[in-house]
């Protein structure tokens, strides 16, 4: 089992360029997440899917589209990037338990 | 919404030795998560405890969810423990809440 993987590992982005980061698990789960995280601060929750067909806002929603293909994937779209959407990107699915890919590091020039 | 701090921020520690993480959280929680974050950015579970007390090895964790805390004991620390521990929660159906971590360098 590969758990959650995510795509692509590393970007750079021009201001005003778009992009989608891939996530997709192989656990079965119901639940998948979006989270964002930034120097010193713990993951802020960008997006969540309950189930397959559903996604709802988390914290930091602004700026970001998703969309869950099906039960196994969910990804993220940045429409229009900004300098202030740089980061690291982390999709997690779980039910109950989270799990966590790898991460997306991402940056914005 | 729900508020999640850890203590201590920052933890300085000589190889061997023990230490204790806090999380403490505002409002009733259905779960609650640790993780530690190790230097190359991965995120590993460490405990899914919304009560009680569990063990893995040299980490344990408890959580007394009607005081609205959680502990994480770490023993006889090594070099490899060093990273940033995360304790997160979830209310209602599907919020998740993080702390913002407490970053833990085990020194030789």
């Known amino acids: 089992n590969a758990g959650v993987t995510q795509t692509p590992k590393f970007q750079v982005l021009k201001t005003g360029q778009s992009m989608t980061l891939q996530c997709a698990q192989d656990m079965n789960h119901n639940s998948m997440y979006w989270y964002r995280q930034d120097p010193g601060m713990g993951l802020r929750l960008i997006y969540y899917s309950a189930s397959e067909g559903t996604t709802d806002k988390g914290e930091v929603p602004n700026g970001y589209n998703v969309s869950r293909l099906n039960k196994r994937e969910f990804s993220l779209r940045l429409e229009s990037a900004a300098p202030s959407q740089t980061s690291v990107y982390f999709c997690?699915?779980?039910?109950?338990?989270?799990?966590f890919g790898p991460g997306t590091r991402l940056t914005v020039l | 919404g729900i508020q999640v701090e850890q203590s201590p921020p920052d933890l300085i520690l000589q190889e061997g030795a023990n230490s204790t993480l806090r999380c403490n959280f505002s409002?009733?929680?259905?779960?609650l998560q640790w993780f530690h974050q190790n230097p190359w950015g991965q995120l590993i579970n460490l405990f899914y405890i919304p009560s009680g007390t569990k063990q893995n090895g040299r980490l344990s964790a408890t959580t007394v969810a009607t005081e609205r805390y959680s502990l994480l004991y770490i023993s006889s620390s090594q070099t490899t423990d060093s990273g940033v521990y995360f304790c997160?929660?979830?209310?209602?159906?599907?919020?998740?809440?993080f702390g913002i971590g407490t970053k833990l360098q085990v020194i030789p």
């Open positions: 997690a699915s779980g039910d109950n338990e989270q799990f």
């Open positions: 997160a929660v979830r209310e209602g159906y599907q919020k998740v809440t």
């Open positions: 409002d009733s929680v259905n779960n």
